[in-house]
């Protein structure tokens, strides 16, 4: 019987104060994982952990490269350890291309796509010398199939690809496994607000005619952070109802 039984890693999950990444957090959990909790604001951060057994919550601007080196050192320092990273914060700045703004480019790829390589960076070196991690980056089907509008979040996210492959074959023979997951239409604070028409649009784009949930995403996850994908680096999986394919 298939399980996923992550007792004794620690996990830090960027952007997890809600949504997806409230959902990743929680499901790690439940697999036995001890968690770090990580948003922008202390409080919520704290508060969002206070709800999930043995988590603790930081803050980290993920922009900015040193609030993520910091981030790393504290949670090995609370912690002990970091065994899985988690790489989901990220932020929108939508707009065509033509009327972007070099700030509003700038800003998506340095919260989406810089953090990611400043985290690994950090975290690989003590995964290295345990010879063990997980690394799983939230991408999005954004990053396969462009989308108007969002050049500069579809490149942040197609660059999340690249790293993720890059990446794995770098540290693939220190036993660390580095995926992406590829999230579609998710069921999130956003999609709440659609209008009713705009919703059905959306569902009639997808071939199982319905969002998705973040557990949806959070499962994808903890598949890959267990030994049940224990032979499984460099790949994408795509979690959108078939909207990619």
Known sequence: MLS??????????????????????????????RVAVVGRD????????????????????????????????????????????????????????????????????????RSAFVAIRSASRGMMKRRWGRIVNI???????????????????????????SVAKELASRNILCNAVAPGFIETDMTAAMTPEARAAMQGEIPLERLGAPADVARAVAFLCSDSAAYITGQVLVVDGGLAM
């Open 139 to 165: 991408t999005s089907v954004v990053g396969l199939m462009g989308n108007k509008g969002q050049a500069n979040y579809a490149a942040s996210k197609a660059g999340l690809i690249g790293l993720t492959k």
């Open 42 to 113: 202390l409080a919520t951060a704290q508060a969002v952990a206070a709800e999930i057994p043995g988590a603790i919550g930081f803050a980290c601007d993920v922009s900015v490269p040193a609030d993520i080196v910091a981030l790393v050192q504290g949670v090995e320092e609370a912690f002990g350890s970091l065994d899985i990273l988690v790489n989901n914060a990220g932020i929108t700045r939508d707009n065509l291309m033509l009327r972007m703004k070099d700030d509003d480019w700038d800003a998506v790829l340095d919260a989406n796509l």
């Open 4 to 33: 996923i039984d992550l007792t004794g890693k620690v996990a830090l999950v960027t952007g997890s104060t809600r949504g997806i990444g409230r959902a990743i957090a929680g499901t790690l959990t439940e697999c036995g994982a």
